[in-house]
């Protein structure tokens, strides 16, 4: 299956802007989308968006990246009580050797919204951090993903099939449910988790939510592991070079 058109908005075709195209931020929908840089040439290395003093979004460029080039982009989300730096970790390594541009938003509360009672706050500044992002860099709409650990990547399965036209891939590790909702596009997904995972255990996990994935019509790469709850290097890497091959 094959994703509708990413980049622009149903309504009139452009990019626009988060407060131009009001999002449903309580049914987890994002209304941000990739299009013309606005800013300045764009700094690399990593950086504090500005949109909060307690809990900012870190956004990590590498250098090479070059201004007006579309670049491979993922969104990725901490585990409960992280934080920006900790939701970077699982590709920050990989992200240099790749040209991989990096956004880590964190909670506003010890976790996601939607755990807490619903979609709201989190999507809102989510989407806030993608308007501020995509005005600073080109980002190439068949390779932006959202992905996590944890609880980030529950809430990344969960927010990126709602966002299934804005996302084209979903990186979750160590998942622990998807939260029930709408959903549109068909995002190419990939999920690892650690036989030996003892926080959220695989059976009652992974084991349950890929195959329901599959059944309504997800393309969906699995990894099991030998471990605990983390994200071993060699599936970091497996999930990079999936997130940046050419598909099927």
């Not at 996990?205 to 309504?216: A, F, G, H, M």
């Amino acid at each position: 299956m094959k994703p509708a058109r990413r980049g622009t908005t149903e309504q009139d075709g452009s990019a626009g802007t988060a407060g131009e195209r009001g999002g449903d931020h309580a049914s987890g929908q994002l209304s941000s989308r990739p299009g013309p840089v606005t800013s300045a040439t764009p700094a690399t290395g990593l950086q504090p968006l500005g949109l909060d003093t307690d809990r900012d979004a870190l956004l990590y460029v590498p250098d090479q990246v070059t201004p007006g080039t579309p670049a491979p982009m993922v969104l990725l989300l901490h585990g409960a009580g992280g934080t920006a730096e900790a939701g970077l970790a699982p590709l920050l390594d990989l992200a240099g050797e790749t040209g991989l541009v990096l956004l880590s938003p964190p909670a506003r509360d010890r976790t996601w919204d939607v755990l807490l009672g619903g979609y709201g706050p989190d999507i809102a500044f989510i989407d806030r951090a993608l308007e501020a992002t995509f005005a600073r860099q080109t980002i190439d709409p068949d390779h932006l993903a959202i992905g996590g650990f944890s609880d980030g990547a529950s809430y990344a399965l969960s927010v990126g099939l709602v966002n299934g036209t804005l996302f084209s891939h979903i990186v979750a590790f160590s998942p622990g449910f998807v939260a029930p909702g709408p959903t549109s596009g068909s995002p190419r997904v990939f999920v690892s988790h650690g036989t030996a995972d003892d926080v959220l255990p695989i059976g009652a996990t992974s084991r349950r939510i890929v195959p329901r994935l599959e059944q309504d019509g997800y393309e969906v790469r699995y990894r099991e592991f030998e471990g605990g709850h983390a994200v071993p290097p060699a599936i970091a890497g497996e999930a990079l070079d999936w997130f940046l091959g050419p598909g099927d």
